[in-house]
T-cell receptor, first 115, second 114 residues
Framework: GAVVSQHPSRVICKSGTSVKIECRSL??????MFWYRQFPKQSLMLMAT?????????EQGVEKDKFLINHASLTLSTLTVTSAHPEDSSFYIC???????????FGPGTRLTVL | AQSVSQHNHHVILSEAASLELGCNYS??????LFWYVQYPGQHLQLLLK??????LVKGIKGFEAEFIKSKFSFNLRKPSVQWSDTAEYFC????????????FGKGTTLSVSS
């Protein structure tokens, strides 16, 4: 199956700093990428959908100025958590799909801890 | 509103017991249905999926699910669980179009004792 990678797998940062998370499709062209957030012992909540070359579409309640998403190429999307605070600590997961797929392929996730 | 409901929050079974996890969805139009598994400390893995055709879908590791359109259900089953099946299970749905975001249920924790 198609492979999606995320980097970094874990990041610890100080409150007020910004953190960038990368999501890459390794062996297919990802026309659409999704960013999810998962709190401990809870389900995945969709944060935003991004199509290559377009602005991301954010779900209700997700601050677009805080969670900056860029999908500049068919293999890379980035999520930047700006001015991170402890409440932003979570597990961030990306997924990707392409023109010939009806399913999404998930990355391994990034554990963000904000001190 | 679109939603997925998983009835069982935590299921505890002994090895060799049979498993059925409930999933109901509310979604207008054509749907694709999925079950994902998340083992402790690992990322999501696709167990099985339904797009169309035979409503009884077989997936990996002996799992299967049945799509019952009239009941808006997509229950996951396994005849005989193993200790290694201990994990979190998520039901998810999206529209029939490629590039549609997934809506996840809250998940069911399965604990299997040996």
């Amino acid at each position: 199956g198609a492979v999606v990678s995320q980097h970094p797998s874990r990041v610890i940062c100080k409150s007020g700093t910004s953190v960038k998370i990368e999501c890459r499709s390794l062996d297919f062209q990802a026309t659409t990428m999704f960013w999810y957030r998962q709190f401990p012992k809870q389900s995945l909540m969709l944060m935003a959908t991004s199509n290559e070359g377009s602005k991301a579409t954010y779900e209700q309640g997700v601050e677009k100025d805080k969670f900056l998403i860029n999908h500049a190429s068919l293999t890379l999307s980035t999520l930047t958590v700006t001015s991170a605070h402890p409440e932003d600590s979570s597990f961030y997961i990306c997924s990707a799909t392409g023109t010939h797929y009806n399913e999404q392929f998930f990355g391994p996730g990034t554990r963000l801890t904000v001190l | 509103a679109q939603s997925v409901s998983q009835h069982n929050h935590h299921v505890i079974l002994s090895e060799a017991a049979s498993l059925e996890l409930g999933c109901n969805y509310s979604y207008g139009g054509t749907v694709n249905l999925f079950w994902y598994v998340q083992y402790p400390g690992q990322h999501l893995q696709l167990l099985l999926k339904y797009f169309s055709g035979d409503p009884l879908v077989k997936g990996i590791k002996g799992f299967e699910a049945e799509f019952i359109k009239s009941k808006f259900s997509f229950n996951l089953r396994k005849p005989s669980v193993q200790w290694s099946d201990t994990a979190e299970y998520f039901c998810a749905v999206n529209g029939g179009q490629a590039g549609t975001a997934l809506i996840f249920g809250k998940g069911t924790t399965l604990s299997v004792s040996s």
